[in-house]
């Protein structure tokens, strides 16, 4: 298999609130909730407003975030009045793009992750202006949980302390609570004074500019595991398919479930706080499921480069391959900008498959209908 080309232009900015993205269903706006947490009421309150001003439609992001799908352009000024009054939307357009703050989903209330992340979230207006990418991952728990997930400045925890610690490096200055959130502000500001807005994010900065000496001192600890679907000690973990719930369906897990509170994760996991796991036939509640594996962008329900529907084809095809299937509408590669085991890709109203690739790598085969991938893909 030979790349033959780069990847097509993917969006170069994370949509947020008060700057969404114009997708083929309406816009995306973008709610980042505060340690990635919404109570029941907030959450049964963002259900109301995604029927309202949307399609209903709720996307859940790699970075922990909700977009609300479908939004037509002239209920968008009262969405974001709507998101303030349930205190989803704490602040200024200017901060709330700075709002990138990535947690795991066990940490509890004064610790050393929620302490943290309180302080760095009041602090915003410290940071210098950053690219729109770049992100925090306040992963302070027992030990690194976010390791594989985007951040660009990470506080984590060593063997004997926490550090904060560059993307790209392996190692890490040590700080404390107290002073985690200073050494973050000032590592953004030798970021940027050290030409990093062109590069984008850190770990592409440092190829190219050598970090300070005393940033690289303590090694974290190794990472832990992520949550699994069923029982966590702090309620209930499960699976979104796709990253995509029906507001119906997630009020209903709230109202079977109980729960005080929604937790919600960059891996298309959510978390019912301090409830015990319900049966659901929308959400997923078997570690084992087939489409646990499948990245599939919204493709042509929801946007305009879509070929297919790529949603509804990865259903048909889930348990066909015991590796990683990735559906994408076009070559771009949203859903998942890195290599899966079987790659189908939109092409001109037909289907390429790439094996052990990318989007955009060569496929091993062209023009596929889409009666006849079940074939194809059983016989990899
Ligand atoms: S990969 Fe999917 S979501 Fe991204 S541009 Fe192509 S069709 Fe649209």
């Known amino acids: ?52 001003h949307g399609s209903g439609v ?57 302490t943290i992340t309180r302080e760095l979230i009041q602090r915003l207006d410290e940071l210098p202006l950053l690219p729109e990418k770049f992100g925090f991952a306040i992963d302070a728990g027992t030990a690194p949980m976010l390791a594989n997930q985007s951040g660009d400045l990470r506080i984590e925890r060593t063997v004997d302390g926490l550090i904060a610690r560059a993307d790209g490096l392996k190692r890490g200055l040590p700080v404390t609570v107290e002073t985690a959130v200073d050494q973050l502000i000032e590592m953004a500001h030798w970021f940027i004074a050290s030409g990093g807005f062109d590069a984008k994010r850190m770990a592409r900065h440092l190829t190219s500019v050598k970090a300070p000496n005393d940033w690289q001192q303590a090694a974290p600890r190794q990472e832990r595991a992520r949550p699994v ?33 929604l937790r919600v994760t960059p891996w298309r996991l959510i978390l019912t706080e301090d409830a015990a796991p319900v049966a659901s036939n929308t959400f997923i509640t078997d570690q084992n499921d087939p489409l646990l594996r499948i990245d599939a ?38 859903a998942r900008p890195r290599a899966a085991d079987v790659t189908l890709v939109g092409r ?13 790598d060569e496929p091993m085969a062209r023009a596929l209908a889409a009666s006849e991938l079940k074939d194809r893909i059983g016989d990899l």
Not at 70 to 80: C, K, M, S
Not at 301 to 324: H, I, N, Q, V
Request: hydrophobic residues 40%; proline residues 6%.
């Open 1 to 52: 298999m030979s790349q033959i080309a780069q990847r097509p232009d993917a969006k170069g900015w994370c949509p947020g609130a008060y700057r969404p993205m114009m997708s083929g269903d309406g816009l995306v706006v973008r709610v980042r909730p505060t340690l990635a947490r919404l109570t029941a009421d907030q959450t049964f309150g963002l259900c109301d407003l995604a029927e309202r």
């Open 58 to 114: 709720i996307d859940l992001t790699n970075r922990a975030n909700l977009q609300i799908r479908g939004v037509r352009p002239e209920n968008h000024e009262a969405l974001l009045s709507d998101l303030q009054s349930l205190g989803l939307l704490p602040d200024d357009p200017d901060l709330e793009a700075r709002r990138n703050v990535l947690v795991p989903p066990d940490w509890v209330d004064g610790d050393a992750t929620s």
């Open 229 to 261: 679907i069923g029982q966590h000690p702090n309620g209930a973990v499960y699976g979104v398919a796709f990253g995509q719930m029906i507001a119906q369906d997630l009020r209903a897990l709230l109202n079977a479930s109980g729960c005080k509170a």
């Open 297 to 334: 962008c919204s493709g042509a329900k929801g946007c305009p480069a879509g070929e297919f529907d790529t949603r509804m084809l990865a259903r048909e095809l889930a348990g066909l391959t015991e590796g990683s299937l990735h559906v994408s509408g076009c070559a771009k590669g949203c």
């Open 348 to 360: 001109d109203g037909k289907i390429d498959l790439v094996q052990n690739g990318l989007p955009w």
